[in-house]
């Protein structure tokens, strides 16, 4: 788009110099700016129920995921706070049978030891100990018996973990698009606009990558992540892992809309008015192109959160002191069978809700910004 | 053909060995040295070396790479580094149960999802067809996990129709008793996508000419979808076979891992975790050049099912 406003502009620029315009002519009243593809788009998106729908519940999840960054929410998701296991508030009534063992576990060990100070060669020192432990102030903390949708193992809500696991992987599902996607256009527009050798080269490069089947490429990249540690810490690692192998459906994309791109007339009038290859490639051709790319950063955030969902599980996704929907979904396979299913609930629907929602506004968005496709 | 066929293969020399250095690039360079994953925490610098020299980690990398080639074209990867057996003989044993869950899964979820794709192609906008669409968008955002979590949960725990887990040395038992909780798990959660794509395949050849003409010479309906459609709509949904075939060969492997089935998929996750790097080169390789001839069989396969595919 810019580059055609570019244009319109400087051809309009040679019109109204001073001079050029015929006396006696009247300059052309201004003609009214027409509407942008973006603003468009926006309007297409506007009219698509489903579509805002679905971008309202994005829009929702991404504040909420916003504030528990910040902090203003979830912030102390991992305070255990409550009985162990302890039942939804909806469900107060209900028996939790783990809690009442751990108590009783906790109430034995409180209770005197068996006497063995004949044997025993630390039983002199005892009484001393015993003083000392006596001054320092143990606060006892009081556990909840229920939490607004149930806690965990360790009695952590599981509602404010929900919240910091869908912070978690959200988020490693945006930056890996995000990466990806700049990955995928770099080498799209290089190979799509340069052709011959460098296209060559990315060709083989895509068919390299896209030969290994999907998930041994990513378990491949794990693998060594996991050995080495060179990918970095916390996040890094899925991120890089998840991008790295997730950029081939991009680029190919990316490389038609740049050959089909590359021979049109603005561009050659660009190369006309001398702009170099960078200039063309992203200040003339990106934003032509840019709502590809956008669609493909919405598709891939979605694959990449159930991606990461599903590494995670597997444990070569977040460490582990890190909760994403993928962790846990892992704890709650144990928890089903002794009948804990809030965890599993909240992880799975929460996870559900968006990406059900994020699919639905990709498709709208795809909609929107490509009409002719529908 | 003979010659389209030849070329083909001269071309994938190229791409195999870029698989070859890409794998190579990753666990040999990126990877380091594994001597230290090896001996563990706890190991003297002397036992260090060792195990560098068994491995060949010391020799340069040309060497290195050579000796990865080699591997490769021999069949020969070694021993696995964690449990000493040969890396030939696990993925032959492993295979046998891949296939035992994954080529039912293939036939049944394909057939299912063909008839119930031409059944709602054939209806389409009407309100069933809305309410299938709407049901399988809702069915694919659920993640796999947890579908595997509450199936397994359900029909192997509480109602008890199926083993939980587990896998026999007879065929027979585990294809009748083994098997198919993890087959139904894997049809039903990979119908829905599968049925959308393939409904997008049949409406594309529902509104061609050639469909009006076949009713207009009175073609009963049922002649109409099941021959003139279905033979149209056959192409892509060859091609998308074509991208699942290789994916059979790895399987589920979150099945094979929730359903402890000892097949290739739980053999990789193993390996990740151990950081059995010959494991998982040997099988990355190898499933690469598999993927690059079923890729070759499919395009020969369209002239079968199109004659008027040509080979250039």
Known sequence: MSAGKELQQSSSGVIAAPGQVPSGVQPPPPAQESPGLWTLAWRRLRQDTVGMVSLVIVVFFLVMIAASYFGLIAKDWNREKGVSYANPSFLAGAENLEAKAMAEKAAAAKSPPVDLSDVDPLAPRYKEWEERAAKIAVTETKRAETLPFGGDKWGRDVLQKAVKGAEVSIFVGLLAALLAVSIGTMLGAAAGYFGRWVNDLLEWFYNIFTSIPYILLILSFAAVAAATGKFGKGIVPIVLILSLTGWTGIYRLIRAEYIKHGSREYVKAAQAIGASNFSRMFHHILPNVSHVALVQLSQHTVSFIKAEVILSFLGFGVPVDMVSWGTMLAEAQNELVIGKWWQLAAAGASMAILVTAFSLFTDSLRDALDPKLK | ?312
Request: hydrophobic share 55%; glycine share 6%.
């Open chain 2, 1 to 312: 053909m003979t010659a389209y066929v030849i070329r083909r293969l001269w071309q994938m020399i190229p791409t195999i060995a870029g698989v070859i250095l890409l794998i190579f690039f990753l666990f040999n360079w990126v990877g380091g040295d594994p001597a230290q994953v090896l001996a563990g925490k706890i190991s003297n610098p002397e036992q260090i070396a060792n195990i560098r020299r068994q491995l060949g980690v010391d020799q340069p990398y040309w060497y290195q790479l050579l000796v990865f080639v080699k591997q490769v074209f021999t069949f020969d990867f070694g021993r696995s580094w964690s449990t000493n057996e040969e890396v030939s003989h696990i993925l032959l044993t492993r295979v046998g149960p891949t296939l035992t869950i994954m080529v039912p899964v293939l036939i049944i979820e394909t057939s299912l999802a063909v008839l119930f794709a031409i059944m709602v192609a054939y209806v389409r906008g009407s309100l069933t067809d809305r309410v299938i669409m709407i049901v399988c968008t809702t069915a694919m955002s659920i993640s796999f996990l947890v579908y595997i979590i509450v199936f397994q949960w359900l029909f192997g725990f509480v109602l008890g129709w199926f083993p939980v887990q587990g896998w026999s040395e007879s065929f027979v038992r585990n294809l009748t008793s083994y098997a198919p909780l993890p087959i139904m798990l894997a049809v039903a959660v990979g119908l829905a996508p599968e049925l959308r794509l393939y409904r997008s395949f049949f409406l594309d050849e529902i509104n061609q000419d050639y469909v009006r003409t076949a009713r207009a010479k009175g073609l009963p309906e049922k002649a109409v979808m099941m021959k003139h459609v279905l033979r149209n709509a056959m192409i892509p949904i060859l091609t998308n076979l074509g991208i699942l075939l290789p994916g059979v060969f790895v399987g589920s492997f979150l099945l094979e891992v929730f359903f402890s089935i000892p097949g290739l998929g739980r053999e990789i996750i193993t390996a990740v975790n151990r950081s059995d790097f010959p494991v998982i080169k040997a099988v990355t390789v190898y499933l690469a050049i598999l993927t690059m001839v079923v890729n070759l069989v499919v395009d020969v396969m369209y002239k079968f099912v199109d004659p008027r595919v040509s080979f250039k």
